[in-house]
């Protein structure tokens, strides 16, 4: 009689599609709780839940919460450059940066809980080598090399006196941000209508970059 004891085969190892499949599913549950309850306040083991698998398998596809977190940025930056894209018309570059910052700020301003989950993040530990990739990340996306390639079309044209197009770039941005930010957490204030204000903040700054001071 045989007595040799048989070991019973592990799982076949998941094919391509498979973990492809699993990878789309950690990333959309994660992307749904971030947004309706704060990526502060998602752990790795409630995201696994949802999913419904271990943590550890959740691990094995994504090194932490800032890494998982990655991947939701491509995808939020990627439909604000297809909105972006959408509002584009055939104009001169200096027509094409204003309308590249409005559709910046009506992106945000029609998703709101997309910017919280991208600029309102408090406490997930980064290092510096994964601020460096959550700035490639964004740099590296379809409307950032759109709106900066028209800068820089500007400033070899000498539209603009600055000649540093990356800082004119975060310059702008930085204007229409702090007008984004505060029509979405300052509630309290009677601000004036969205479009009169990015208008206006747009005007004054790319007027302001054609004159030497």
């Not at 949802?50 to 977190?69: D, I, M, Q, W």
């Not at 409005?102 to 910017?115: S, T």
């Amino acid at each position: 009689m045989d007595t040799t004891v048989k070991r019973k085969q592990g799982r076949p190892p998941k094919s391509p599609e498979e973990q492809a499949a699993i990878r789309s599913k950690i990333i959309g549950v994660a992307k749904e709780l971030f947004i309706n309850e704060g990526v502060d306040q998602v752990s790795v083991r409630k995201i696994a839940a949802r999913v419904g698998c271990t943590p550890r398998t959740l691990y094995y596809y994504f090194e932490n919460k800032r890494s998982l977190l990655h991947f939701i940025w491509v995808d939020i930056f990627s439909q604000l450059s297809d909105f972006a894209v959408d509002q584009q018309e055939n104009a001169d570059s200096i027509n094409k940066i204003k309308s590249l910052l409005m559709a910046y700020a009506q992106y945000w301003l029609k998703h709101p809980d997309h910017f919280r989950v991208v600029f309102s993040i408090e406490e997930l530990n980064s290092t510096p080598d994964q601020d460096e990739q959550a700035n490639e990340i964004i740099m590296q996306s379809q409307y950032f090399t759109a709106l900066f390639n028209e800068i820089k079309k500007c400033c070899d044209s000498q539209t603009f006196a600055e000649s540093d197009h990356t800082l004119i770039g975060q310059t702008l941005l930085c204007g229409v941000q702090g007008i984004v930010s505060n029509l979405l957490t300052i509630k309290q204030m009677k601000w004036a209508p969205a479009e009169q204000l990015l208008e206006l903040q747009i005007r004054c700054m790319l007027t302001g970059l054609k004159f030497n001071q």
